[in-house]
Structure formats: C-alpha cells, structure tokens
C-alpha cells in the first residue's frame, strides 16, 4: 500500500484543526456556560495586562483558562453523547453528567485559587491605598 504523502497528511491535519474550532465553535453557540468562560477569558487577559503580571504567572493564568475550557468542553461533549445514548432518564446517565459537572467545578476553584494568589494582593492594593 502506498505510503500517504506528505501533502494529504498536512491536509488531514488541517481538517483536524478545522473539525476542533468548529468544535469549540459550536460549544460557544450552544453552552452559555461556555460564553461566561469566554468573557472571563477575556476579563483575566485584561487584569493581566493591566497589572503587568509575570511571565510565571502569565503561565499559571494560561493553564487555569485552558483548564476551566477543556473541563467545559469535555462536560459538554458529556452531556450531548448522554442525550444521545439515554435521551430517557437514567440513574446512570445522571451520574455521568453529574460527575462531568464535577469536573468543570474542580477546574473552576482550581482557577479561583489562581486567580486570587495572581490578581487577590493587586487587587487589594488598589482599594486599600
Ligand atoms: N437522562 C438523564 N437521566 C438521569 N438524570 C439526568 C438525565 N439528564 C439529566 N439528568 C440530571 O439533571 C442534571 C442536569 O442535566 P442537564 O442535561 O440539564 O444538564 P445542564 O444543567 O444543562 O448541565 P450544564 O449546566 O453543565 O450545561 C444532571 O446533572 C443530572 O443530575
């Protein structure tokens, strides 16, 4: 069998590209949780230009937003393949959208602890002075 050039393998992986934004895409359009993580992204970015972070914690911000989304589109993946298998109720398919739920929680309060060692002191310097 012929070997795939390298021409339709950097095609493939550009579809690839193009199959996960749409991904992300359609996960903005239908998840309003997923918006909320949008603007925050935004907000974060913004406080850290504002308050001239580190680059360490430039590194720190970057993994607790990329976290928060990947536990948000992962939950949301969840939740569409659930409604797919048991559109019905299901203890089973509560416990997999509850713990999917779980996930996006562990990675908010992981992001909340970041945000408030990152930004809290820089905050609280500009209302106490
Ligand atoms: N098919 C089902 N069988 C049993 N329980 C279900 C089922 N679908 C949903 N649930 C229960 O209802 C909860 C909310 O489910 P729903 O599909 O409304 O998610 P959601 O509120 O849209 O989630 P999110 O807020 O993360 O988008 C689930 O976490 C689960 O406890």
Known sequence: ???????SLLRRRVASFGHAFRGVASALR?????????????????????????RLEWALVALAVGTV????LLNTAIEVV???????????AGKAKDVASGAVLMAGFAALAVGLL???PRVWALFAT
């Open 1 to 7: 069998m012929a070997e795939p050039s390298q021409d």
């Open 118 to 120: 990152v930004f809290g």
């Open 69 to 72: 989304w990947t536990a948000e």
């Open 30 to 54: 239908s998840e309003v949780h997923m918006r909320f993580h949008a603007v925050a992204t935004v907000v974060v970015i913004g406080f850290g230009f504002y308050f001239g972070i580190s």
């Open 82 to 92: 659930v409604n797919l298998v048991s559109p019905d109720y299901h203890p089973l």
